[in-house]
């Protein structure tokens, strides 16, 4: 059975600076790995997909890398920002998805 | 391409009466995946259909609930007598095929039992 880590729960982090969010799982027979946004009472927001032969992949400030054997992917954000507060899902699949609790991060103007 | 439509968005039951939840995947989708997600905890897989077929429902509690996906129409999912602890948000998602295929999510439908 798939278990899903994010570390740490929370985050508080003034604007401007770099920051990694952590996600470990149990399972590493994935296909993929996703992350996602989840602002308060909305939808999930897909930002990234990592094929499990990728090792990473990229959109904008947004950095996501894949170690299928130790399993691990890290999400990394550049530069946040007071809109990037929201809490960031990941969520490894196969034939489905399985997701953590998430990060809640807070970024301060 | 409208995304996954989820309807109604908000539903308020009182105990015992039914709730029905549709989505509709994006065009060309035909897996589709509901999780609900109760107040402060992650999302829970509920249940995998496709078009006319459960696939996966190792998450669906054993009574009260159900889901299906027609030939024709949205993916319904049902829950007889409700209970005060259905209250959660139901989530959607649908993808163009299992495996390394992107997933893309509703935007929820809030049901509060009362």
């Known amino acids: 059975k798939q278990e899903v880590t994010q570390i740490p729960a929370a985050l508080s982090v003034p604007e401007g600076e770099n920051l990694v969010l952590n996600c470990s799982f149990t399972?590493?027979?994935?296909?993929?790995l996703q992350w996602f946004r989840q602002d308060p009472g909305k939808g999930l927001t897909s930002l990234l997909l990592?094929?499990?032969?990728?090792r990473e992949q990229t959109s904008g400030r947004l950095n996501a890398s894949l170690d299928k054997s130790s399993g691990r992917s890290t999400l990394y954000i550049a530069a946040s920002q007071p809109g990037d507060s929201a809490t960031y899902l990941c969520?490894?699949?196969?034939?489905?998805?399985?997701f953590g609790k998430g990060t809640k991060l807070t970024v301060n103007p | 391409n409208a995304g996954v439509m989820q309807n109604p968005r908000h539903l308020v039951r009182r105990r015992g009466q039914e709730a029905r939840l549709r989505c509709s995947p994006m065009?060309?989708?035909?897996?589709v995946y509901w999780y609900r997600q109760l107040p402060e905890e992650g999302l829970k897989f509920m249940v995998y259909?496709?078009?006319?077929?459960?696939?996966?429902e190792s998450g669906m509690p054993k009574e009260r609930f159900s889901a299906e996906f027609p030939k024709e129409g949205p993916s319904i999912l049902r829950i007889q007598q409700v209970v005060r602890g259905d209250s959660a948000a139901y989530f959607c998602?649908?993808?163009?095929?299992?495996?390394?295929?992107?997933?893309?999510f509703g935007q929820g439908t809030r049901l509060t039992v009362v």
């Open positions: 990592i094929q499990s032969s990728q």
């Open positions: 065009k060309g989708h035909s897996h």
């Open positions: 399972d590493s027979a994935i296909y993929n």
């Open positions: 998602a649908s993808s163009s095929t299992t495996g390394p295929t992107e997933a893309f």
């Open positions: 969520a490894p699949g196969s034939e489905k998805l399985v």
């Open positions: 259909l496709q078009k006319e077929n459960i696939i996966d």
